[in-house]
């Protein structure tokens, strides 16, 4: 069981860091006015994040059925990688809106 567990860790690590790979490079092309880019970026990201969210959402699901799941410091590391993903989703598209108005502003100040 505990190289099962060890997989799905794995699983959730790989793609959940492949999401907070995708938000953090969904910042950078707004921030260079690439919003489409940005917006590819975060649905990207967010298909990754669901990918790892459904692997750990599977091994919740085991341990009400009473299945024992057991823990390590790479369920661990799973999960605040899980937690850590979210956090950067809210972060980039929060970051993404900012830029977003502030290219809004410049149009309107270049316009004038």
């Not at 599977?58 to 799973?78: N, P």
């Not at 980039?92 to 502003?105: C, P, Q, V």
């Amino acid at each position: 069981m505990l190289e099962d567990l060890e997989t799905i860790c794995f699983q959730i690590i790989s793609n959940v860091g492949g999401a907070r790979s995708s938000y953090i490079e969904a910042i950078q092309k707004a921030k260079h006015g690439d919003f489409s880019g940005a917006a590819e970026c975060i649905k990207a990201g967010q298909e990754m994040f669901l990918a790892g969210h459904e692997v750990h959402f599977e091994l919740i699901q085991k341990e009400a059925r009473g299945e024992v799941v057991g823990s390590s410091l790479i369920l661990i590391h799973a999960e605040d990688q899980l937690m850590s993903a979210e956090g950067f989703k809210i972060v980039a598209e929060e970051m993404i809106a900012s830029y977003k108005r502030i290219a809004e502003l410049e149009e309107k100040v270049g316009s004038k």
